[in-house]
Structure formats: structure tokens, C-alpha cells
């Protein structure tokens, strides 16, 4: 059974950072790409940085040069790591397979002003 379990949310002041974990299972990690989602209320969920299993990593414009995302195969987990953090990053946090219906549970992340 595929499972994705991410952790780290919280609430932060502008300018924080945090960092975000998703926890596979069920599934031969190190073949897989990786992504991590947002959705704000109101919001469509949107595409915050990719990795490939190859490493290569892509990020969508409003989180370039601030947001990391990183893999560990040796521990079937992604990252994502969230500096100079903004109101505007406040959002439920997904990680997910690609192109597939796996999906986590999400993690709320709260920005504060």
C-alpha cells in the first residue's frame, strides 16, 4: 500500500523558515519523482518544486532562491526547505507522485505578518 506522510508545518513569522518532510512507503522510492503542492483557501493547488530521481530539481517563480527541495532515498524521504517565508506561503503543503493519485495527508503552514 503507497502511503506519503508529511510533517513540519506550523505557524511561523515572516521571515522564518521551516522544513517539511514526506515519508514514503509501499513503493521503491528512489524511482520515483517527487513533488510538493500548496493549496491556499480559495486557491487552486499549485506545483511548489519538483525533484526527479535523477536529482534534478525545478521550483515555481514565487519560491526561486527561497524554498529547497532535497531527497534521501537511503530514507525513502523528501524535503522541502522554506526560508524568508512570506504571508503569502500560507497554505495546506502536499507532497505527491506525479501524474499519479498518491497523495498525503498535507500539512498546514501559517505565516504570520
Known amino acids: 500500500q503507497v502511503q506519503l506522510v508529511e510533517s513540519g508545518g506550523g505557524l511561523v513569522q515572516a521571515g522564518g523558515s521551516l522544513r517539511l518532510s514526506c515519508v514514503a512507503s509501499?513503493?521503491?522510492?528512489?524511482?520515483?519523482?517527487i513533488g510538493w503542492y500548496r493549496q491556499a483557501p480559495g486557491k487552486q493547488r499549485e506545483l511548489v518544486a519538483g525533484i526527479s530521481r535523477g536529482g534534478n530539481t525545478n521550483y515555481a517563480d514565487s519560491v526561486k532562491g527561497r524554498f529547497t527541495i532535497s531527497r534521501d532515498n537511503s530514507k525513502s524521504t523528501a524535503f522541502l526547505q522554506m526560508n524568508s517565508l512570506k504571508p503569502e506561503d500560507s497554505a495546506v503543503y502536499y507532497c505527491?507522485?506525479?501524474?499519479?493519485?498518491?497523495w498525503g495527508q498535507g500539512t498546514q503552514v501559517t505565516v504570520s505578518s
Open positions: 505527491s507522485v506525479p501524474y499519479t493519485n498518491y
Open positions: 509501499g513503493m521503491t522510492f528512489s524511482v520515483i519523482n
